[in-house]
């Protein structure tokens, strides 16, 4: 075990599926960069998003704790910088810190960015040409490819850091989330290419909550400037549905490739300056996303391609090559872990735990055996019901519970409880709710056990 300080790259992306990146899945698209971090270092097959949304799982990153905790419940409700998060720890215990591209929590007030010698991030948002950035809250319109400019600005604070201390920057992209506008030179990439719909994508949502019925995110729905264009006319509905979903792909999938070339040049970077032995590299994404599955774009529901984030991390001192993890890990575990890594100790207890070891292969006895997660948005923008629930390695169980509570944002429309059953054993894709099912009774007792236990030892209580 090393003992001197690591530096910490964090890469995250914003919206990136892990299917959308071939260290998980040949399929779709090829990444070789961060697939590079994958074999040089450990992928990890079960990392998940507790509240599937930007702004909320960023609080959690920083935090290491719950949405409830860190007081970033849903988008509209900004972060209080005043709390503990990891970069005010590292930069405290020595660490020179740094913060690139999206922020997404807010700004003036407690809500700017804390903990970072330098930050330059986009108000809200931002935008994928020319973006607009808060350069330490000063504004200034930066030229050029928001993934591009991002990987430069990065690599500009890189080479004028105080070589004295250990670094921990967080580069955060943009990319692909929607508009998913991709850079001039990949706009006609793929465009000989015809993408397969996935298996899911006429899921007809027969057998489920009338939660996915109701939800507000379906392909046949991406607008004109999503598509970035009007389909031809004669085509069926389906055919208008398959027309879209090629539009919508390929722009998401060329957003990616360009990602993945500036990965490349932030590894390069470390090679050329000898740093790639001491430097923890991250490549992940804020949660998953639907890529057409289940028809839908997307995010934050429970089910898998949303709750999901890729993380693929590499560190030679303590991480084997090609090394692949089925361990549950949540997106509160990366605060703990990355001051285990670099030896600072929190103050207050986080909620997350550090998985250092599991990155070494050995995996504590006393490991989670469940997850569990908690959408509060209820039926803001894609109408989803609030809900919360338990994934365990075989079973999902969710509660439709249907109120805003004072969720700031939440729309006050009440809608009636219900629960989903998953087994993923025999049903991978999540199609056919089991709840209600006689043969699962004891089951889905034990998981609601498990439930009502997971709340009290996060505190949750409404
Ligand atoms: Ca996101």
């Known amino acids: ?40 270092g450990m992928r990890f097959d079960n990392v998940y998003c507790t509240n599937s949304l930007c702004a909320p799982s960023r609080a959690s990153i920083l935090t290491g704790n719950y949405s409830h905790e860190n007081g970033v419940r849903g988008l509209s409700e900004h972060f209080d910088g005043r709390q503990q998060t990891f970069p005010k720890l590292l930069q405290e215990n020595g660490y020179e810190t740094a913060l690139v591209g999206k922020w997404h929590l807010g700004h003036g007030g407690n809500s700017d960015p804390t903990g970072f010698d330098y930050w330059n991030v986009f108000p809200d948002q931002g935008d994928y040409h020319n973006p607009v950035m808060m350069e330490m809250g000063e504004e200034k319109q930066v030229e050029g490819y928001a993934t591009d400019r991002i990987t430069d600005l990065s690599i500009d604070w890189l080479n004028n850091r105080n070589n004295e201390k250990p670094f921990m920057m967080m580069v955060h992209h943009k990319a692909p989330h929607r508009p998913w506008e991709p850079p001039e030179k990949y706009k006609t990439l793929f465009n000989d290419r015809e993408f397969k719909v996935p298996t899911t994508f006429n899921d007809n949502y027969g057998d489920r909550a009338n939660a996915a019925k109701v939800a507000n995110m379906r392909i046949e729905d991406l607008k004109e400037e999503d598509v ?19 539009r919508y792909i390929k722009d998401y999938l060329r957003c990616v490739v360009s990602i993945d070339d500036n990965v490349g040049l932030l590894l390069d970077y470390l090679d050329d300056n000898q740093l790639a032995q001491d430097t923890i590299v991250i490549y992940t994404s804020d949660q998953g996303f639907f890529l057409g599955e289940h028809g839908w774009y997307d995010k934050r529901f429970m089910y898998e ?28 575990d990366f605060a703990p872990t990355f001051l285990d890594y670099c030896h600072v100790q929190a103050k207050e ?18 490991w989670r055996d469940a997850v569990y997660y908690r959408y509060w948005e209820h039926l803001t923008i894609h109408n989803v019901t609030a809900h919360y629930g338990v994934r365990t390695d075989r079973y999902k169980l969710i509660y439709y519970y249907g109120e805003p509570l004072d969720v700031i944002g939440a729309v006050p429309k009440p809608m009636e409880p219900e629960w989903e059953l998953f087994d993923l054993e025999k049903d991978p894709l999540e199609l056919k709710n089991e709840y209600n099912n006689a043969a699962y009774t004891e089951v889905v007792n034990e998981l609601k056990d498990r439930l009502v236990q997971l709340r009290e030892q996060y505190n949750e209580t409404v």
């Open 1 to 40: 075990m090393s003992t001197k300080q690591p530096n910490i790259l964090f890469i995250m992306s914003d919206d990136h599926a892990a299917q959308a990146i071939s260290s998980y899945n040949k399929e779709l698209v090829d990444t070789p960069n961060i697939d590079r971090i994958a074999d040089e």
């Open 349 to 366: 207890k986080m909620q997350g735990e550090s998985f250092r070891a599991i990155a070494k292969g050995e995996t504590p006895d006393n």
């Open 305 to 332: 391609e949303s709750l999901q984030m890729p993380f693929v991390m590499r560190y030679p001192h303590e991480i084997k090559p090609g090394s692949v993890s089925t361990d549950m890990i949540i997106n509160n």
């Open 228 to 246: 970035k264009g009007v389909p031809p006319t004669g085509l069926s509905k389906q055919e208008i549905k398959e027309w879209k979903f090629q």
